[in-house]
C-alpha cells in the first residue's frame, strides 16, 4: 500500500497506451482528502533528466471558471501536448478559493520537488505546473534570442539559445484577462559537450526549476493568480547563464558573478513585455500586464517600470512596433541602483562591491554608465508604473537600502508607492492569506481583471 500524502490507489488502467491511476490526496485546502485521477499522455514530453511534463489541474473550484471549454476538453487537450495531468477534484467546496488555494498549491510543488506526488516518482522538476480549471499553457514561447558573447559561457557556447516564457491563460475565455508577468529566479543557461562539441538541453528551460524557484520559496503567487481572474507567465531570467558566472570578453574569470548587465537585460525584459502583449489578441488577453519580481528576478522585472526611453534598450527582439508599457509592479528584495552599493559596507553586497567595477570601471569615473545599469535611472517622472515593494527586514541589509532609495525617488515624482513588509523571515515570499490578499488587491486595483470570487472579491 502506498503512503505518500495517505494516498491509497484505487484503480489502475489501460486506455490504449495512456496509464491511468485514481486515488485520494489529502488537501490542506479543504482539511479533507480529496480525490484525484492521474492519465499520462500517448507521446510524453520528458525532461533532460527523463521524468516527465506534467501538469497538476485544479478543478471544481469555488471559483468562477472563465473558460467556457469542458474540463474533459481542456484534460484531452493537455493530454496531446505531452503532459501527464493529475486532475484535483475538489467538488466546489466553500474553502477552494482565493489565497486559501495557494496552501495546495505550496504543498503540490513541494511534494513533487521533494519526489513524490500522488504516488508519482517521476513528475519533472522543471517541466511541471499548476493550472486552475479552464486554463491551458502556452509553453517555450521564444522572445529573445542570446547573445553568448555578453556573459561569454560556457566556452564553446557560440550560437545563441533562444530564450523563452510560458504563459497560462483561460482558452475561450469569457472574458478578457489582464497578465503578470515574472521573470525567472532560477536561471536558465547553456550547456556545452566538450567532446561532441555541441550544445545540450541539460541547462535549457529551468525557469520553473522547482527547488530554485517555487518550491524552494513556497511561492504560490503566480500559479494562484488564476483565483483572481488573472493570467500569468513567466521568462527565463535575462541573464542566461550560471548565476555564480559569466565575464566580459577576455575579462577577469566570473566577474559577472550574481548580478546582470545592460543593455541586454533591458533589451530582453522589454521584449518580453512585447512578446506578451502581442499575442494577447489570440489568449484573450486584456493588453493589462503587470510584473511580479522576487530577488533576480525582481532587479530583472524592476527594469520594466520606468518611463525614460532608451533607444539601444528599445530597438531589440521581436515585436518592436508593439508597446513595452507595464501597469503596475509587485518587487520583493532586489538591486535597483548599483550606484548605491558602497553605501555601507558589509551590509551583504560585498560581491557586487568588488565585482562592478571589473566590468564597469570604477564608479567614479563611470557615473553614467552605472547608473545605467539599474532601474532607478529609468524613472524619470509620474508615468512610471505604480509599484508595491515587499520584503522582510530581517533580510540582507543592502535590500532594504535599495528599497528605500528607490521608494524615496519614486514617491519624489508622485509614482503611487505602497510596501508590504515583515510578512515572513529572512529572503522570502508572501505566503499567508493576509500578504497574498493584499498582492492580489494590489494587481486588482492597477490591472482590472474580471470578478471570479463568489463573495465578490
Known amino acids: 500500500m502506498l503512503k505518500w500524502f495517505s494516498i491509497v490507489l484505487l484503480l489502475v ?34 525532461d533532460f533528466n527523463g521524468k516527465y511534463a506534467t501538469i497538476v489541474y485544479l478543478e471544481n473550484l469555488n471559483v468562477k471558471k472563465l473558460g467556457k471549454n469542458s474540463n474533459k476538453k481542456d484534460v484531452k487537450w493537455l493530454l496531446s501536448q505531452g503532459y501527464r495531468v493529475i486532475e484535483l477534484d475538489y467538488k466546489k467546496h466553500a474553502g477552494s478559493v482565493s489565497p486559501q488555494i495557494n496552501n495546495d498549491i505550496i504543498a503540490i510543488n513541494d511534494s513533487i520537488a521533494s519526489g513524490s506526488f500522488c504516488g508519482f516518482k517521476d513528475c519533472s522538476t522543471s517541466k511541471t505546473y499548476v493550472l486552475f480549471e479552464g486554463y491551458r499553457i502556452l509553453r517555450n514561447v521564444s522572445y529573445f534570442k542570446d547573445n553568448p558573447s555578453v556573459y561569454n559561457t560556457p566556452t564553446g557556447y557560440l550560437e545563441g539559445d533562444s530564450l523563452h516564457l510560458d504563459i497560462i491563460y483561460p482558452a475561450n475565455s469569457r472574458k478578457k484577462v489582464p497578465l503578470v508577468l515574472s521573470f525567472s529566479y532560477s536561471n536558465s543557461y547553456a550547456t556545452f559537450d566538450p567532446v561532441k562539441k555541441v550544445t545540450t538541453d541539460a541547462g535549457r528551460d529551468q525557469r520553473v526549476f522547482l527547488s530554485y524557484s517555487f518550491a524552494g520559496f513556497n511561492d504560490s503567487f503566480l500559479e494562484g493568480a488564476p483565483a483572481n481572474g488573472i493570467a500569468w507567465a513567466i521568462a527565463d531570467h535575462p541573464k542566461y547563464c550560471e548565476w555564480g558566472k559569466g565575464k566580459p570578453l577576455n575579462g577577469p574569470n566570473d566577474a559577472y558573478k550574481s548580478f546582470q548587465t545592460n543593455p541586454d537585460a ?23 500586464i503587470g510584473i511580479y519580481g522576487f530577488s533576480r528576478g525582481s532587479t530583472a522585472g524592476s527594469l520594466a517600470i520606468g518611463d525614460k526611453h532608451v533607444p539601444e534598450f528599445e530597438n531589440a527582439g521581436p515585436n518592436q512596433d508593439v508597446s513595452d508599457e507595464v501597469q503596475a509592479a509587485a518587487l520583493g528584495p532586489g538591486v535597483f541602483d548599483y550606484t548605491q552599493i558602497y553605501n555601507v559596507k558589509g ?12 566590468v564597469w570601471g570604477p564608479m567614479e569615473k563611470n557615473y553614467d554608465l552605472w547608473q545605467s545599469m539599474g532601474a532607478a535611472g529609468l524613472v524619470e517622472s509620474q508615468a512610471t508604473a505604480p509599484v508595491l515593494f515587499f520584503y522582510n527586514t530581517d533580510d540582507e541589509a543592502y535590500y532594504q537600502d535599495q528599497i528605500s532609495h528607490f521608494q524615496t525617488k ?3 515624482l ?33 490591472l482590472h481583471p474580471p470578478k471570479v470570487h463568489k463573495n465578490g472579491r
Open 414 to 446: 508622485g509614482v503611487p508607492v505602497s510596501t508590504l513588509m515583515n510578512y515572513g523571515k529572512g529572503h522570502a515570499v508572501p505566503q499567508t492569506a493576509g500578504p497574498l490578499n493584499q498582492l492580489y488587491d494590489f494587481f486588482k486595483q492597477y
Open 13 to 46: 488502467a489501460f486506455y490504449g497506451n495512456c496509464f491511468s491511476a485514481a486515488g485520494k490526496w489529502a488537501s490542506k485546502t479543504t482539511g479533507t482528502e480529496i480525490s484525484f485521477r492521474a492519465t499520462d499522455a500517448k507521446a510524453p514530453v520528458k
Open 266 to 288: 533591458a533589451q530582453k525584459v522589454k521584449s518580453a513585455i512585447r512578446t506578451v502583449r502581442a499575442m494577447g489578441g489570440k489568449l484573450n488577453l486584456s493588453g493589462k
Open 347 to 358: 551590509d551583504g553586497d560585498g560581491n557586487l562591491e568588488s565585482r562592478c567595477p571589473l
Open 410 to 412: 519614486l514617491k519624489s
